[in-house]
Structure formats: structure tokens, C-alpha cells
């Protein structure tokens, strides 16, 4: 069975290409990956926010936040 | 064909995960992935620091670093 993998990024220089690096390129039969953008969707920020995401890109897996490097905080974000 | 992409770690908690997560986790088809623990092979801190590898873990993908959350930085492995 597949985890769930959320992405979540702000269109950034910094968050496309970690969408191509990762996002794009984890094993699909481990992982069900959802893409987020957060300034298209703002809605989905809180849900974010609660699990641990401080910035962006970051992924969620199993509830916990994975930050790859630093394009933007979540806070500029709202 | 498929890119390099090293992972360098310290056997920290949060390398650890990081190795389970994202290094076990990336398409195989698209990746040639390398696991490194540079406590146990500090011969190899200044090729991650040359890559711009500043903290552990953290993935060197087409000499680019990638840093995933943050377990130890490099600096203190020496």
C-alpha cells in the first residue's frame, strides 16, 4: 500500500525544482504524491501549518513535515 | 539513463528518517542513489562541502545540494 506524500510549494524558482528533483521522481508503488501550491490554493495553508510546515517547498509524509532547503515562509505566504 | 544523486548523512535521528524516507524512496529508474555516512567516511566532507552541502542529511543531485530538515551541520562532523 502507498503512503501518502503531500508536496506543498509556492511556484518559487527553489520549489520547481524540487518538485522535479523529488516530487516528480519518488517511487510511485511507496508513495501516492499530492502537489500543492499554496499561493493557488491558500485554503490549504492551515492544513500545512498544523502539520510542522514552517516553509517552502516541503513535503508531509506520514504526518511529518520535510523541509528541502528554503524558497519561501509559510507566513509570506498568507 | 539515470542521474547520480548522493546522500550524505550522520546517523542522526533526523538522517535516518531522511535515508527511509527520500534515499529509499526515489525512482531507482531515474536515480543511481548513494548512501554516504560521513562519520564513518569523513574522506568524503569536502567533496559534499565543495557540492554546497552545509548541514546533514542532504542529497548532492546534479552537484546541487539539496538539504532535507536539519540533523547536524557539517562543520561539526570534522
Given at each position: 500500500m502507498s503512503t501518502k506524500a503531500t508536496f506543498y510549494h509556492a511556484g518559487c524558482t527553489v520549489c520547481v525544482d524540487a518538485e522535479k528533483q523529488f516530487a516528480e521522481s519518488l517511487d510511485r508503488s511507496k508513495y501516492n504524491v499530492e502537489i500543492v501550491h499554496l499561493g493557488e490554493t491558500p485554503n490549504r495553508i492551515a492544513e500545512a501549518e498544523k502539520a510542522g510546515?514552517?516553509?517552502?517547498?516541503a513535503f508531509v509524509i506520514g504526518g511529518l513535515p520535510y523541509h528541502i532547503n528554503f524558497g519561501a515562509n509559510l507566513s509570506d505566504l498568507k
Open positions: 510546515v514552517k516553509s517552502v517547498p
